[in-house]
């Protein structure tokens, strides 16, 4: 099976610890971040498409062809055209089942093969939260299932109301290419990932199934890294 992981931003929140090396390859408790998803990934997962952009060599020279017996690919997003445009860069790498992470946040190992088990649907990994900030909403139906994700906007930074809150760690399959991408916002030039997939889904009539954790770690500015860097050693003591 294949894993995608999103890696082309800058990460231009992260200021001036982004100007020499990409947001993925910032370093949690003495580690990149990249490789926290690497090493999440079980041995089900063969392959690895990396989406590369900004200073993208960076990652290349880091990670290599090979990964802890897995085989790496990559795969360029020159432009910056959302979550969406960079998956739709692996069209022509992916088979049939596949896994998406984000470059940055940190995941569990035991999420992602939970999200893994073999069902028919597509999946994502939510979490619920005190307060939302800057995360997708997620909305369910009456019947358990996704109805809907919303994602934040730049000016969402101060929401303080709890709510369950979209991971970005999917797992799809290639029926997705067969729909049109959809944008994060009306009038946006960036084409956002919840948005297509919770559309495709219904589209398709493909059940998008929600898998609930609590060890989600969202990295978006600086000081996340300091707190990753605890919840991680909460986590290994707990």
Known sequence: MQAVILAAGR???????????????L??????????????????IDEVVLIVGYLGEVIRRHVG??????RIVYAEQERMDGTAGALWRAQSLLRDRFLIMMGDDIYAKEDVERCLEDTPSWKLLVQEL??????????????????????????????????LASTNLYVLDTRLFSCPLVP?????????????????????????????TQKWIQITAPNDLVRAAEMLKKLKTA
């Open 11 to 25: 990460g231009t929140r992260m200021d001036e610890l982004t100007t020499a090396v990409p947001k993925p390859m």
């Open 27 to 44: 370093e949690v408790a003495g580690k990149p971040l990249l490789e926290y998803k690497l090493e999440a990934l079980p041995d089900s």
């Open 65 to 70: 062809a090979l990964y802890q017996g897995k």
């Open 130 to 163: 005190p307060a939302m900030h800057r995360a997708g909403s997620v909305r369910l139906g009456d019947d358990g299932l996704i109805a809907g994700i919303i994602e934040s906007k730049e000016e969402d930074e101060a929401r303080v109301e709890k709510g």
């Open 184 to 212: 994060k916002h009306e009038g946006s030039l960036e084409y956002g990932l919840p948005q297509t997939v919770a559309a495709a889904a219904k589209e398709l009539g493909v059940p998008f199934e929600p898998v609930f």
